[in-house]
């Protein structure tokens, strides 16, 4: 069974300029989570999704940023315009859901996005 | 809201050593609680958890971690750590009123030296 996958693994963009990230979850997990940890610093929680509804996206910074999951399959996190304190490391995890709730998130690899 | 704490952002000990890492934690709901590693240039791998029950929970790799509600605390440990255990290593709960986001700590990197 293949993990999450993220893409791409590593993005280095100016600033102003837009990144999209993507992320695929593990086939038939309803719960999709981003993450995001900023150099040094705690890995903090930016939104859930459930199926294609965003269920909380109470750790989103600011209106830059606009997350997506179209069909309930994949989920893309846009960043537009990005600035210097955008960089860090992005992690996605998925769940299961439905009648089978797990609590376990199983994370993809991050995607390290550097603005400069 | 729920927070964690761990006060080791390092820890440097020797091959075949016992090890502790430290994560206290703080919420006003009861909580669930994870213990995740991450290798070098590797996503998140859980560790351990803690639902409900025994409050001494095992994980993979030969890690164990106690829970203590009376003290706010979930300690990691390991009898003898490899050089192979070298990883960063994160405290998370997850709050029992159905946000089920992670709340993480800070990471403590581990580093085993032959």
């Not at chain 2, 971690?65 to 003290?71: G, L, M, T, V």
């Not at chain 2, 709340?103 to 403590?108: A, E, L, N, P, R």
Request: hydrophobic fraction near 30%; proline fraction near 4%; aromatic fraction near 12%.
């Amino acid at each position: 069974e293949a993990g999450v996958t993220q893409f791409p693994s590593h993005s280095v963009i100016e600033k102003g300029q837009t990144v999209t990230l993507r992320c695929d979850p593990i086939s038939g997990h309803d719960n999709l989570y981003w993450y995001r940890r900023v150099m040094g610093k705690e890995i903090k929680f930016l939104l859930h999704f459930v199926k294609e509804s965003k269920q909380d996206e109470s750790g989103m910074p600011n209106n830059r940023f606009l997350a997506e999951r179209t069909g309930g399959t994949y989920s893309t996190l846009k960043v537009q315009p990005a600035e210097l304190e955008d960089s860090g490391v992005y992690f996605c995890a998925s769940s299961q859901g439905g009648n089978t709730f797990s609590y376990e998130q199983y994370f993809g690899p991050g995607t390290r996005l550097t603005v400069t | 809201a729920q927070s964690v704490t761990q006060l080791d952002s390092q820890v440097p000990v020797f091959e075949e050593a016992p090890v502790e890492l430290r994560c206290n934690y703080s919420s006003s709901v009861s909580v669930y609680l994870f213990w995740y590693v991450q290798y070098p240039n590797q996503g998140l791998q859980l560790l351990l958890k803690y639902l409900s029950g025994s409050t001494l929970v095992k994980g993979i790799n030969g890690f164990e971690a106690e829970f203590n509600k009376s003290q706010t605390s979930f300690h990691l440990r390991k009898p003898s750590v490899h050089i192979s255990d070298t990883a960063e290593y994160f405290c998370a709960v997850t709050g029992m009123d159905s946000s089920y986001k992670l709340i993480f700590g800070s990471g403590t990197r581990l580093l085993v030296r032959p």
